[in-house]
């Protein structure tokens, strides 16, 4: 079955630095692939997705590449600001069927 | 947008108690229902898709018996953690796709935080 790993596990950057976060997966067949912020205490809310088709995409501070060849993707986070602290988790949906297969998560830290 | 709405999103409960998690969609129906369990730190682990009118299906390891899921509405699945003991306490959180968006587009309730003392 699909399996995603996630990395790093914790990552914290200077405020107004740039976060990226990279997730890879195994299974070929999936074909999208959403990133959820989890704030402490809170169920994840989507803040960018991509499908197979796209190759990047992009919402104001925030974009997502995916390199199917390679079978990863990566979350980008440009200007960072303090309310960007929170869990990043990545996730994909294989083919087969429409569970999310997750990411272990990253805890960013944005440092004042 | 679409909007599930999770019930209660704290509960305190004693050992052999049963706890009962709400989750509504407001604004689509929701054939399905996905519902997991976090432990601190970690990620979301599913725990069972409930379907409406269809009894749920568990993942490995889940005792169905023990944690009851209901999905008798478009509207509404319930999780009901029976004879909760300390080891259940966690975070419960559901969650739908939106209907006729294959795959796409899950909108997540805002978590139950159980704690069974």
């Known amino acids: 079955g699909e399996n995603v790993e996630q990395h790093p596990s914790t990552l914290s950057v200077q405020e107004g630095d740039s976060a990226v976060i990279k997730c890879t997966y195994s299974?070929?067949?999936?074909?999208?692939f959403p990133w959820y912020k989890q704030e402490l205490g809170k169920g994840p809310q989507l803040i960018i997705d991509i499908r197979s088709n796209v190759g990047e995409k992009k919402d104001q501070r925030i974009a997502v590449t995916l390199n199917k060849t390679a079978k990863h993707f990566s979350l980008h986070i440009t200007e960072t600001q303090p309310e960007d602290s929170a869990v990043y988790f990545c996730a994909a949906i294989p083919d087969s069927n429409y569970q999310l297969i997750w990411g272990a998560g990253t805890k960013l830290i944005i440092k004042p | 947008g679409a909007v599930v709405s999770q019930h209660p999103s704290w509960v305190i409960c004693k050992s052999g108690t049963s706890v009962k998690i709400e989750c509504r969609s407001l604004d689509f129906q929701a054939t399905t229902m996905f519902w997991y369990r976090q432990f601190p730190k970690q990620s979301l682990m599913l725990m069972a898709t409930s379907n409406e009118g269809s009894k749920a299906t568990y993942e490995q390891g889940v005792e169905k018996d023990k944690f009851l899921i209901n999905h008798a509405s478009l509207t509404l699945s319930t999780l009901t953690v029976t004879s909760a003991h300390p080891e259940d306490s966690s975070f419960y959180i559901c969650?739908?796709?939106?209907?006729?968006?294959?795959?796409?587009?899950?909108?997540f309730g805002s978590g139950t935080r159980l704690t069974v003392v």
């Open positions: 299974d070929s067949a999936s074909n999208y």
């Open positions: 969650s739908a796709p939106r209907t006729g968006t294959r795959g796409y587009g899950y909108t």
